[in-house]
């Protein structure tokens, strides 16, 4: 295995006296797709977030490409680092979430153009960038559009248009065909396998086992904030060791 593009060590994060997460390890190698499963309430968002810096760990730390920020190797303290340290790494990941985020009163092609024009990309190439991706995702006909003239499953595409607008080398994905009618989720899915297929660094939060044996390198199940199963999609699908995780895929299989 190349060395890992995300490392999280020991991360713990907690609300209140509300333990979310606990204690969690995960390598995500550079070109890999990590799919974390887990019920409800068991973290998942949390530890994206977490790996995004939109929330901060109490304890361990995350590591994305080499970089850390906010604690050291063994999980004490840095300094405080500057918004702008934190904001250049997060531009360096794509987000997409369940309810797809799109700005209402902009079209699909203003919609993926905003991070672009945001970190001071020039309208011209932007653009041209803008429609390259928006015929990556299948959707080089509804430039135009706006959210509301569109599906759920052509939104969710726009999207993750606009979450690789900004070329990053990682890509979070929260649930994102948890939102959409069953006769949408392929669609999206769809997209996600091509992205895989060209070697982006993808960590996936889904119930689509399907999606999770087809494409994942590694399965993660959370509970309770612990990470109680990681291995390969056959190992973890077929024989999972935890009761939770056991009784979990059962339900969803
Ligand atoms: P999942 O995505 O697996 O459903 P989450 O990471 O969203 O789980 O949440 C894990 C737990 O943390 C839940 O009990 C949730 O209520 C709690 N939680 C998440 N975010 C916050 C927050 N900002 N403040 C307080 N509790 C939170
Ligand atoms: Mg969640």
């Known amino acids: 295995m190349s060395e890992p593009l995300v490392r999280v060590r020991g991360l713990s994060k907690r609300f209140g006296h509300h333990t979310v997460l606990d204690g969690i390890d995960l390598d995500v190698a550079r070109g890999s797709v990590a799919v974390v499963l887990g019920p409800s309430g068991s973290g998942k968002s949390t530890l994206l977030r977490t790996v995004n810096h939109l929330e901060k760990p109490d304890a361990g730390f995350v590591e994305v490409n080499g970089e850390i920020i906010g ?65 990556r995702v299948g959707l080089a006909d509804k430039e135009r559009s706006y959210p509301r003239q569109m599906s759920g499953g052509q939104q969710q595409r726009v999207a993750i248009a606009r979450a690789l607008a900004v070329e990053p080398e990682l890509m979070l994905f929260d649930e994102p065909t948890s939102a959409l009618d069953p006769e949408m989720v392929g669609e999206v899915l769809g997209v996600m396998k091509d992205l895989a297929r060209t070697g982006m660094t993808m960590i996936v939060v889904t119930h689509e086992i399907g999606f999770a044996r087809e494409v994942a390198d590694q399965v993660v199940f959370l509970d309770e904030g612990r990470l109680v199963e990681a291995g390969t999609p056959d190992a973890v699908l077929t024989e999972p060791t935890h009761e939770r995780a056991r009784a979990f895929l059962s339900a969803v299989l």
């Open 71 to 135: 604690y050291r190797r063994d999980g004490t303290r840095l300094r405080e680092l500057s918004d702008r340290a934190i904001t250049r790494q997060r531009s360096r990941i794509g987000m997409v979430f369940q309810q797809f985020n799109l700005f209402p009163h902009k079209t699909a092609l203003e919609n993926v153009l905003e991070g672009q024009l945001a970190a001071g990309v020039r309208r011209g190439p932007a653009e041209a960038r803008g429609r390259e991706l928006l015929d």
